[in-house]
């Protein structure tokens, strides 16, 4: 029994992406994404890295020509689209106050730079708020969650072309205007600091194209700031009661000992994190950045008005996602290992996933009021949650108490944190119900309270069950908090 007292109208909820969640990726006119060229390599054959980002043209071309067939689970999903219904009366049963999803650019814009949208990604939309607001449960909508069409990458590179702000804006507008009396909360771009470790997948660039793919990417992303902004704008102005936040990947980083080089290094990893949030809620570039760039010979095309747009419109409240904290070390040997989700240097005070992800409940509350100190802004956590193997029992039972303990740590820190002056303003956990994992493409990667039959080539029934975490959230909502 805890005593930690979570403010009244606290947005309790789960987190998906359509990429991972809708499949019918050639349905209703739906044109592809980035995402659906992305391929499963089998744990045996992985390596350290994260393997995910398409990097030239021929490889493109080579994806395009192959199979559907099995290797593109995130092209199947778990057929949100067709079975949406039933899914979110379970999340309504669950008592979510507030369902994060994204809309899929290419369901709406095949193409990305049509005029017209396409009506039939529009109605899909429309009917699926339509089932969430049946049952009092508030949408969260991401509008760029990986899902880049893909034509925007053969003919543009991306955002590494200024051209995609207009496109973008274009976007964001036809779905303000269709969605503004049923949407209330927004998200510009999901992860927007993932383009520094994915240039495809944040960015939707091919780094065979560029020269120098650093400068190509922090180009990229002031195209994405302007774009955010200017979502942020028109999102305001469309929809006047509306919210609209930025996303953040966050990882608290700790100095590996109390050298100062260490202590240095983690604080200089920290900064380059912070800096989209700097930019997205302070409304400039910090000037450590600036320097940054000075000395890496980045020299950023920032064209008239792109300040004050920066200046003028903040976001409303800042997002992030939070799985793991890392280590930083000002070891030359071992700076290389750096900011890497797989190969970071371990933490001995911490255990850690099964994909090697070090569990750390206590840096949430480290970062909770670090972000809170630097912006004296609403935080809302959109994405946390334990990726593990399941497994259903003979009597189908599916006894996930290890996902528990990982979500209880964690809601009791963040009860704190509010108790110690946060301003935190929802939670929503990460795969509420088991979809595809972004970074590894497996199905086995579980993180929802309801489980889905499927394996990690596409086989199985895709029925869905309830896992023992299910009842317990639904408790945890029930009591605000308060039974954990
Ligand atoms: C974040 C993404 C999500 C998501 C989650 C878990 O980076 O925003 O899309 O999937 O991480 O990651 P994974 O699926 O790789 O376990």
């Given amino acids: 029994m805890s005593t930690h007292r979570f403010p009244e109208g606290f947005l309790w909820g789960g987190a998906t992406a359509a990429n991972q969640l809708e499949g019918a990726y050639k349905e209703g006119g739906k044109g592809l994404s980035i995402f659906d060229m992305v ?3 089998p744990k045996e054959a992985r390596t350290a890295e994260i393997e995910m980002d398409v990097k030239s043209e021929a490889e493109l071309e080579r994806l395009l020509a ?35 999803m994204s809309i899929s650019w290419p369901r709406i814009f095949p193409n990305g730079d049509e005029l017209e949208p396409n009506a039939e990604g529009l109605a899909f939309y ?13 949408p969260l909508v991401t509008l760029s969650h990986y899902e880049l069409p893909l034509t925007l990458v053969k003919k543009y590179n991306g955002w590494a ?41 944040g960015s939707g660039i091919l780094v065979d194209r560029v020269e120098n793919v650093e400068a190509t990417v922090y180009q990229a992303l002031h195209h994405q700031f302007v774009a955010s902004a200017r979502a942020v704008r028109a999102c305001h102005e469309i929809i006047p009661n509306s919210q609209i936040g930025c996303m953040l990947a966050r990882m608290e980083v700790y100095p590996e000992t109390s050298n ?12 380059k994190n912070l800096f989209f949030t700097d930019v997205q809620a302070r409304g400039y570039y910090p000037s450590f950045m600036l320097s940054y760039f000075d000395k890496h010979d980045i020299s950023i095309e920032v064209l008239p008005g792109d300040e004050e747009i920066l200046s003028q419109h903040t976001v409303d409240f800042i997002s992030f996602s939070y799985y793991m904290s890392m280590v930083a070390s000002g070891a030359p040997e071992k700076a290389k290992q750096k900011g890497n989700f ?35 802004m609403p935080l809302f956590i959109v994405e946390n949650g334990l990726g ?30 509010i108790e110690e002056g946060v301003d935190l303003i929802g939670y929503t956990s990460w795969g509420c119900i088991d979809l595809i994992s972004a ?20 086989n199985g029934t895709l029925e869905r069950k309830k896992k023992k975490s299910f009842d317990w959230y639904k408790q945890v909502i029930a009591s605000n908090g308060e039974q954990l």
């Fill in 388 to 417: 593990a193997y399941d497994v259903v029992e003979a009597d189908g039972t599916i006894n996930d108490d290890y996902r528990i303990e990982y979500l209880r740590a964690h809601i009791e820190q963040m009860g704190q944190a």
């Fill in 342 to 376: 797989f190969s970071g240097i371990k933490n001995p005070y911490l255990e850690a996933s099964d994909w090697g992800w070090q569990i750390d409940p206590k840096g949430l509350r480290i970062t909770l009021k670090k972000m809170y100190d630097r912006y004296q």
């Fill in 66 to 100: 192959a199979d559907d067939g099995a290797n593109f689970p995130k092209r199947r999903g778990i057929d949100f689209y067709h079975r949406y219904e039933e899914d979110i009366a379970l999340f309504a049963e669950m008592g979510f106050k507030t369902f994060r």
């Fill in 439 to 458: 970074s590894t493409s497996e199905m086995s990667k579980r993180y929802g309270f309801i489980y889905v039959d499927q394996d990690d080539y596409g």
């Fill in 126 to 138: 429309d009917r699926v708020f339509d089932e969430l607001l049946k049952y009092g449960i508030e």
């Fill in 39 to 41: 391929t499963f390599v």
């Fill in 260 to 271: 100062p080089d260490d202590v240095l290094a983690a604080l200089e990893e920290d900064q």
């Fill in 161 to 201: 072309d200024r051209r995609l702000v207009d496109l973008f804006v274009h976007y964001a507008e036809t779905v303000f205007t269709r969605y503004k009396d049923k949407v209330k909360y927004w998200l510009t771009f999901n992860e927007i600091n993932v383009s520094t470790m994915s240039p495809y997948i």
